[in-house]
């Protein structure tokens, strides 16, 4: 069986977002849909010096609200970027700061945001010991007609998968019918048991050693809800 996971790429999501490349063979980064400006392509959160959420949001150069997320670049604000963030928020100075910022990423002016978004993708499937081909929906050449499960469903067909996995979140989305018609298995991971924060803060504050065990340990108790 194949199973493939489509999916925004986030900007340094929760540890539960990466059940999608721990649970298919084939994770597609969704990044040809239009960028969904109050969504988690290109922000977080973070714990201030107050201890409130506050948002750490990547320098994006403004563009047209129908832009896609391949089409996104970073602005000239990219340039000490990291340094602000380093002055807000107190994880990134702890003592393993550094490495999680090098995991998250170089933000430079001019840059692809969608490219630095995939490059994390990889970086954190290798550090977690995930197995998941990693691809990109842009590479894909979708006919422009195609909207909404449509995408989705051509995209397994492309890469021949017989079961379709989706986050806890995706339920209300997708007919199951229309993929039980095209021999696909639609699948969800069923809700997130652990912490939501950022991978960001957690690398800073946390040993990676942990976070494998706390991931591998879900995997014992979600292998995919069946629709």
């Known amino acids: ?35 969904p400006r109050r969504g988690w392509v290109h922000r977080n959160r973070l714990h201030g010096a107050n201890g409130e959420f506050a948002w750490l949001t990547l320098p994006i150069r403004p563009g047209p609200r129908s832009i896609a997320i391949d089409e996104l670049v970073f602005d000239g604000r990219a340039e000490g970027w990291w340094d602000a ?11 393993a700061a550094p490495a999680a910022m ?20 990889l970086r954190m499937r290798d550090l977690l010991g995930l197995g998941a081909t990693v691809l990109r929906s842009r590479d894909f050449a979708l006919p422009a007609e195609l909207r909404g499960e449509a995408r989705i469903a051509e995209i397994c067909r492309r890469l021949g998968a017989n079961r379709y996995l989706n986050a806890p979140g995706g339920r209300a989305l997708y007919d199951p019918a229309r993929f039980a018609a095209a021999g696909i298995e639609l699948s969800f991971l069923p809700d997130w048991p652990g912490s939501y924060a950022s991978m960001l803060e957690r690398l800073a504050l946390e040993p990676v050693e942990a976070l494998r065990g706390e991931l591998a340990l879900s995997a014992g108790r979600c292998g995919g809800d069946d629709v």
């Not at 194949?2 to 597609?28: H, N």
């Not at 928020?89 to 003592?95: T, V």
């Open 1 to 35: 069986m194949t199973t493939v996971a489509v999916m925004q790429p986030y900007f340094m999501p929760y540890l539960g977002y990466y059940r999608l490349l721990q649970q298919a063979d084939v994770f597609v980064a969704f990044d040809c849909v239009q960028f």
């Open 85 to 95: 963030a380093v002055r807000r928020f107190p994880a990134l100075r702890s003592p």
């Open 102 to 121: 090098e995991l998250a990423g170089e933000v430079r002016p001019g840059g692809r945001v969608a490219d630095h978004l995939v490059e994390q993708v």
